[in-house]
């Protein structure tokens, strides 16, 4: 009730500002403006307060700005700490505080609290959510080991996400794309090429029937294939999949985006390997 009664309040002032401004506030602009209200709107409601803080930290962080949601996260943290204990509440906070941290470059944070959270949901009850945050937890950890250079700490992480989410989800549901995505790019620094590209095959599988298409996503799978057929010598599908990504990536992001930019230094990468130095200049 007390979310419910801040967020109208917060809502309609966004209104006012809006008609008052003549312009129309961003995602951003809101929750910034809507944190220094917890303490005042919510000071007899602790539960809330840990809770809105903690949600409102997460969309700065999605929304791209890890640096704000850091410091918003940490003292969420406390505060669910405070007001729920151990709990999926607190575990989340802290994985998002991991979230922020690795997006920063901190990686001990991350390391440390992506552990916080596998030990705290160790003393939680079990359910869907507290299993896709163990999933997301690790995720983080094994994006850290393959920056270290540990794949096979990596490896292990990445086939127990994806038993997990299997289990979870059954074998088709497109939410294993993150997975075998990861897997494929492990499976590629441990030069297990093969079984790499069979995972990337099928994650552009379950992107491909993903309802939402996520156009992106999909071409950055394209271009991974690209990238591995240079080692794999596999030069003419490879030749395919760089097409392929820049098509994608020209739809998705434009003709002038950084991304179609970089799908041409893969394609030159490929043509180079394949003794076509001239075509790959070209493109470089």
Same mark, same amino acid.
């Not at 490896?155 to 299997?166: F, H, T, V, Y």
């Not at 994650?203 to 996520?214: C, D, V, W």
């Given at each position: 009730?007390?979310?419910?009664?801040?967020?109208?309040?917060?809502?309609? /002032?966004?209104?006012?500002?809006?008609?008052?401004?003549?312009?129309? *506030?961003?995602?951003?602009?809101?929750?910034?403006?809507?944190?220094?209200?917890?303490? =005042?709107?919510? #000071?007899?409601?602790?539960?809330?307060? %840990?809770?809105?803080?903690?949600?409102?930290?997460?969309?700065?962080?999605?929304?791209?700005?890890?640096?704000?949601?850091?410091?918003?996260?940490?003292?969420?943290?406390?505060?669910?700490? /405070?007001?729920?204990?151990?709990?999926?509440?607190?575990?989340?906070?802290?994985?998002?505080?991991?979230? #922020?941290?690795?997006?920063?470059?901190?990686?001990?944070?991350? /390391?440390?609290?992506?552990?916080?959270?596998?030990?705290?949901?160790?003393?939680?009850?079990d359910s869907e959510d507290a299993r896709i945050l163990r999933i997301q937890a690790r995720t983080t @950890?094994?994006?850290?080991?393959?920056?270290?250079?540990?794949?096979?700490?990596?490896?292990?992480?990445?086939?127990?996400? @994806?038993?997990?989410?299997?289990?979870?989800?059954?074998?088709?549901?497109?939410?294993?794309?993150?997975?075998?995505?990861?897997?494929?790019?492990?499976?590629? =620094?441990?030069? =297990? *090429?093969?079984?790499?590209?069979?995972?990337?095959?099928?994650?552009?599988? @379950?992107?491909?029937?993903?309802?939402?298409?996520?156009?992106?996503?999909?071409?950055?799978?394209?271009?991974? @294939?690209?990238?591995?057929?240079?080692?794999?010598?596999?030069?003419?599908?490879?030749?395919?999949?760089?097409?392929? %990504?820049?098509?994608?990536? !020209?739809?998705?992001?434009?003709?002038?985006?950084?991304?179609?930019?970089?799908?041409?230094?893969?394609?030159?990468?490929?043509?180079?390997?394949?003794?076509?130095? !001239?075509? %790959?200049?070209?493109?470089?």
């Amino acid at each position: 009730d007390a979310i419910k009664q801040v967020f109208g309040q917060m809502l309609n /002032e966004a209104r006012a500002t809006e008609q008052g401004q003549g312009v129309a *506030l961003t995602v951003k602009d809101w929750v910034l403006a809507a944190l220094p209200r917890l303490d =005042r709107d919510l #000071a007899d409601a602790p539960a809330a307060r %840990a809770t809105l803080r903690r949600e409102l930290g997460s969309a700065l962080n999605s929304l791209g700005d890890a640096a704000a949601a850091h410091g918003v996260l940490e003292r969420a943290v406390v505060e669910n700490r /405070e007001a729920y204990g151990d709990s999926m509440q607190t575990a989340s906070a802290i994985q998002l505080v991991a979230s #922020a941290a690795f997006m920063l470059g901190d990686h001990l944070q991350a /390391e440390q609290n992506s552990e916080q959270t596998l030990a705290m949901m160790d003393r939680v009850p079990d359910s869907e959510d507290a299993r896709i945050l163990r999933i997301q937890a690790r995720t983080t @950890l094994l994006r850290i080991h393959s920056l270290r250079g540990d794949q096979a700490k990596a490896l292990l992480l990445a086939e127990r996400n @994806l038993a997990d989410r299997i289990a979870l989800f059954g074998a088709d549901d497109p939410r294993l794309a993150v997975d075998y995505n990861n897997l494929s790019g492990t499976y590629n =620094r441990v030069s =297990r *090429l093969a079984e790499a590209e069979a995972a990337a095959q099928k994650t552009l599988e @379950l992107l491909e029937a993903n309802p939402a298409r996520p156009v992106a996503r999909i071409a950055f799978v394209q271009q991974g @294939l690209c990238s591995l057929a240079v080692q794999r010598a596999a030069y003419e599908g490879g030749l395919q999949a760089c097409a392929r %990504a820049a098509e994608l990536y !020209a739809e998705a992001l434009g003709p002038q985006s950084i991304e179609l930019a970089s799908v041409g230094v893969t394609e030159a990468r490929l043509r180079f390997a394949a003794r076509a130095e !001239a075509e %790959a200049r070209v493109l470089l």
